[in-house]
């Protein structure tokens, strides 16, 4: 389904998940189809939907680790610091 698929095409089926099914292997089938793209903006969302799917640990180690290796693909959003990320500070 990644072929041609577009953000459209995931919310609506994320929508149906939602409504129609609570398994965690159509969700791991979801998140395999979609380019993680779609889903990296709203992680902390895809984080609540597995847990509140119906999983055993190990279905959820799964479907985290999928989550995880999909957000390794994308690139964080660029946040702008007002000042270095960082501060070093030496007193002598």
Sequence with gaps: MSIGSTREH???VMQQFREHANAPSVLLHIL???PPAFY???ALGVV???QSTDC???QCALLF???AVG???VAPPQVRAAGPPWRVSLEL
Aim: charged share 15%.
């Design 32 to 34: 395999a189809e979609f």
């Design 71 to 73: 957000l390794t693909k």
């Design 65 to 67: 680790s999928k989550l």
């Design 56 to 58: 055993t640990l190990s």
């Design 40 to 42: 990296a903006p709203n």
């Design 10 to 12: 995931f919310v609506t």
């Design 48 to 50: 609540s939907l597995i």
